[in-house]
C-alpha cells in the first residue's frame, strides 16, 4: 500500500512537469489518471482495514482528491471513514476525520460546514484527551472563522481557549497562528492594548520557527505581516508615527516583492499615514497608484476596492469632489457585484457626505444596508451559536442516553431482582395457601363422612334393634301362636267344623301379623336407604341468611344411595354445600329450591334460586364455580349455569354407578 501511495505522488510530480504546448489535453489526460489511480488506491485501503496505515493512507487518498478537485469523491471517503471510525469506537480516527471535513470545508469557504465539523472534532479530541495539539487546533480555527465572520467576542473566547491549552505544549507555528489571530480580533473589538500585548508575542515567536527551520518563504511572509498589522493598528490609535515607523521597516524587506497582495496593503497604509500627517500629495499619489496597479495586475477585487474607497478620501481631501465620487462609486459597484457587504457600507457613507445632489438616496440606502447588515451579523451570531449548541446538545444526548441505558439496566436488574423475590414469595405464599386449602378441604371431607358414618351407624343400629325387635314379636306372638294352633289341629276331631273355623281365624291372625311385621321390615329397609338423603336434607333446610330466603328440596326416592362410595357422596355434599353458600352471598333470593333426580343413568342435581341474577361471564371466571366443575369433573358428570329471567338454575349431571350384573 505504502509504495502505491509513494507511486501516486512520484505519477503526480510526472505529470506536472509535461510541456505547455499541449497542456490541455495532457492536463486532461493526466488528470484522468490521476483520478483512476486513487480510485484504485481507495480500494485497496477499504479492503485492507487491518492496514497499521490505514488511518493516514485513508486522509492521504482523501487529499489527493480534494488537491485535483474533485471534492464529492473526497467527501465520500471521508464519510466512510467516518463510518469505519464509529463502527470501531476509534475516537482520535473519527476526531482527524472531522477535522479534515473542517478544512475541506474551510478551503471551499463553506464556514458554517467548516465550524461544525471542527466542533465535532473539538469534542472528540476532549473526550479522548489523546491529541491536545489537534485539540488546540480545531479550537484555533474555529476562532479564526468566527473572526472572518465578524463575530469577534466569541472568537476571543474560542482563540483563549486554544492558548490555554497550548501553554502546556511545544507548538509554535500554531501558537504563531492563534497568537496573530487573537491580536486581529482584539483590534477590531477595540481593545488595542490587549491587542499590542499579543502582538508583541509574533516576533519571537517567528524567530522561533525561523530557528526550527520552518519555510522561509512563510517567515518572511510573516515577518511583513507582522509590521503591516502594527502599522495598521497604530493607524487606528491615531498614532501616524508608530505606525510610520512599522510600516517603513516592511518597506524595507527586499522580499515584499514576492508578497504582491501584502505588499499593496502596505502601501496602502502607508498612504493613509502621508494623507494624515503630510500634504506632500506627490507621494500619497505615488503610493496610492502603485497599490492600485499592483492590485490590478494580481486582480485582487478586495484590495482594488480599498484602493479606490483610499483614493477617493485622498481626492476629498483635495477638494477634487467629482473625481473622488466616481472611484468611491466605482468601489461600491465591484462591492455590490463580490457582496462585500461592509464595503458597501463604507462607500454609501462616504457617498452621502461627498454627494450633495444624491445625498438623501445615498443616506437612505447606507441606513437599509446597515439594518440589513446588523440582521446578516445577528443571524450570523445565531448560526454558529446554534451549530455550537447543537454539538452540545448532541453530546449531552449521547452522555445523557449512556447514562439513562446504564440508569435503565441498573433498574432492570433491581426490577428483576424485586420480580424474582415477589414471584419466590408469591409462589411460597400460594404453596401454603394450597397446602391450607388442601388441608382444610381434607378436614371438612372427614368431617362430611363422619357425619355420613355416623349416619350410617345410626341407621345399622336401627336396623339392629328392629331386627330384635321382629324376632321378639315373631317369638313371643306369632311362633307361640302357631305351635298352640298346630297342637289343637293334632287333638279337634276332623268333622268338629267349628273348632277348624276357629283355628283357621286364628291362623289368618297369625297370617295378618307376619304380614305387618313384613311391612315394618319393608318400612325400615326404607329408611336405612335414604340415610343420605337426611344429610343433604339437614345441609340444605339448615341454610340462614340475611336475606331470609327459605330453603327447600326433594329427592327422588328412586334414588340408591348405597351405590356411590364414600368419596362420591362427600364431593356431592361439597358440591351442595358450594352452591348454597354462592346463594347465600350474592342472590339475594326469596326462595331456593334443591332436586335429586334419578334419570335413566344419571343422577340429576338442580339448584334453582329467584335471586337478582348474575353476570355468566363473570362468575364463571370465579373461584368457587372452578372448584365445584372440578369437583364434578372428577365425579365424570357435567356443570351448567342458566338464567331464565331471574331465575338462576345450576344443573349438575353425575353418572350413576354401573351395578355388577353378578
Known amino acids: ?94 476526531a482527524n476525520i ?30 479522548s484527551k489523546k491529541d491536545s495539539i ?68 509574533i516576533p519571537d515567536l517567528i524567530d522561533q520557527l525561523e530557528k526550527e527551520n520552518y519555510n522561509p518563504e512563510k517567515i518572511e511572509k510573516a515577518r511583513l505581516l507582522y509590521y503591516n498589522n502594527m502599522g495598521s493598528l497604530y493607524i487606528d490609535l491615531k498614532d501616524f508615527n508608530q505606525s510610520k515607523r512599522y510600516l517603513e521597516k516592511a518597506l524595507t524587506l527586499k522580499y515584499r516583492d514576492k508578497f504582491p497582495s501584502l505588499n499593496a496593503l502596505v502601501l496602502n497604509n502607508y ?45 476629498l481631501a483635495q477638494k477634487d469632489t467629482l473625481p473622488a465620487i466616481e472611484e468611491i462609486k466605482q468601489a461600491y459597484k465591484i462591492a455590490v457585484e463580490d457582496k462585500s457587504y461592509y464595503t458597501v457600507l463604507k462607500s454609501l457613507e462616504l457617498l452621502s457626505e461627498s454627494d450633495t445632489k444624491n445625498k438623501n438616496k445615498y443616506l437612505t440606502d447606507y441606513l437599509i444596508v446597515k439594518d440589513s447588515l446588523h440582521e446578516i451579523d445577528r443571524q450570523t451570531r445565531n448560526k454558529f451559536a446554534r451549530i455550537a449548541y447543537e454539538t452540545d446538545e448532541i453530546k449531552e444526548h ?42 382444610t378441604e381434607q378436614d371438612n371431607i372427614q368431617k362430611i363422612q363422619t357425619l355420613i358414618e355416623k349416619q ?12 330384635q325387635r321382629i324376632a321378639g314379636d315373631l317369638h313371643d306372638s306369632v311362633i ?32 295378618q301379623q307376619v304380614r305387618q311385621i313384613s311391612h315394618d321390615i319393608a318400612q325400615n329397609i326404607f329408611q336405612r336407604e335414604q340415610n343420605f338423603s337426611n344429610v343433604l336434607k339437614e345441609l340444605i333446610l339448615e341454610q340462614q341468611n340475611t336475606f331470609n330466603t327459605v330453603f327447600n328440596c326433594s329427592i327422588d326416592k328412586l334414588i340408591d344411595w348405597n351405590d356411590f362410595t364414600i368419596k362420591q357422596k362427600t364431593q356431592m355434599y361439597i358440591i351442595i354445600q358450594e352452591l348454597l353458600q354462592n346463594v347465600n352471598k350474592h342472590s339475594k333470593a326469596s326462595n ?50 342458566k338464567q331464565i329471567d331471574q331465575l338462576m338454575i345450576n344443573i349438575i349431571n353425575i353418572p350413576y354407578p354401573k351395578k355388577d350384573k353378578n
Not at 458554517?112 to 466542533?119: G, H, I, N, V
Not at 484555533?140 to 474560542?158: F, N, Q, V
Not at 482563540?159 to 497562528?177: G, P, Q, S
Open 480 to 511: 307361640n301362636r302357631l305351635f298352640s294352633t298346630r297342637i289343637n289341629l293334632q287333638n279337634i276331631p276332623i268333622e268338629n267344623t267349628f273348632e277348624k273355623q276357629k283355628l283357621m281365624e286364628q291362623l289368618e291372625d297369625c297370617e
Open 271 to 315: 498612504a493613509v499615514v502621508f494623507l494624515e500627517t503630510s500634504t506632500n500629495y506627490k507621494v500619497i499619489d505615488s503610493l496610492l497608484n502603485e497599490a492600485l496597479k499592483i492590485r490590478l495586475e494580481i486582480n485582487s477585487r478586495e484590495g482594488i476596492m480599498a484602493s479606490k474607497i483610499t483614493i477617493g478620501k485622498f481626492l
Open 398 to 439: 449521547n452522555q445523557f442516553l449512556k447514562q439513562r441505558n446504564l440508569y435503565l439496566l441498573l433498574l432492570a436488574a433491581c426490577a428483576f431482582i424485586v420480580a424474582g423475590a415477589v414471584y419466590i414469595v408469591f409462589r411460597l405464599r400460594m404453596r401454603n395457601r394450597k397446602l391450607y386449602y388442601q388441608r
Open 592 to 641: 331456593c329450591f334443591v332436586f335429586f333426580l334419578k334419570q335413566d343413568n344419571e343422577l340429576v342435581i338442580k339448584l334453582h334460586d329467584n335471586g337478582i341474577g348474575v353476570n355468566l361471564e363473570k362468575i364463571q371466571k370465579g373461584l368457587g364455580l372452578k372448584n365445584i366443575d372440578r369437583r364434578v369433573k372428577k365425579l365424570e358428570g357435567t356443570f351448567e349455569i
Open 98 to 127: 472531522y477535522r479534515y471535513l473542517g478544512d475541506l470545508y474551510s478551503n471551499q469557504k463553506f464556514t458554517d460546514s467548516a465550524f461544525l465539523y471542527y466542533t465535532k472534532a473539538e469534542k472528540l479530541y476532549q473526550q
Open 1 to 94: 500500500m505504502n509504495i502505491k501511495i509513494y507511486c501516486f505522488f512520484i505519477l503526480v510530480i510526472f505529470l506536472s512537469c509535461e510541456k505547455k504546448p499541449h497542456s490541455v489535453n495532457i492536463g486532461n489526460h493526466a488528470l484522468k489518471i490521476k483520478e483512476n489511480y486513487l480510485d484504485s488506491l481507495q480500494l485497496d485501503i477499504l479492503l485492507d482495514k487491518q492496514d497499521s496505515l490505514f488511518q493516514k493512507n485513508l486522509l492521504k487518498v482523501a487529499y489527493g482528491y480534494e488537491e485535483m478537485g474533485f471534492i464529492d469523491k473526497s467527501k465520500k471517503i471521508l464519510e466512510k471513514g467516518i463510518q469505519i471510525a464509529q463502527s470501531n469506537k476509534d475516537t482520535i480516527f473519527n
Open 456 to 467: 350410617q351407624t345410626v341407621a345399622d343400629n336401627s336396623k339392629e334393634e328392629e331386627r
Open 134 to 201: 489537534n485539540w488546540a487546533r480545531v479550537i484555533s480555527y474555529k476562532g479564526s472563522i468566527l473572526y472572518k465572520t465578524g463575530i469577534y467576542t466569541e472568537s476571543e473566547r474560542e482563540l483563549t481557549k486554544a492558548l490555554i491549552i497550548l501553554n502546556y505544549l511545544d507548538h509554535t507555528r500554531l501558537k504563531y497562528e492563534t497568537n496573530l489571530t487573537m491580536a486581529l480580533t482584539l483590534k477590531d473589538l477595540k481593545e488595542f492594548d490587549n491587542a499590542i500585548h499579543y502582538y508583541e508575542k
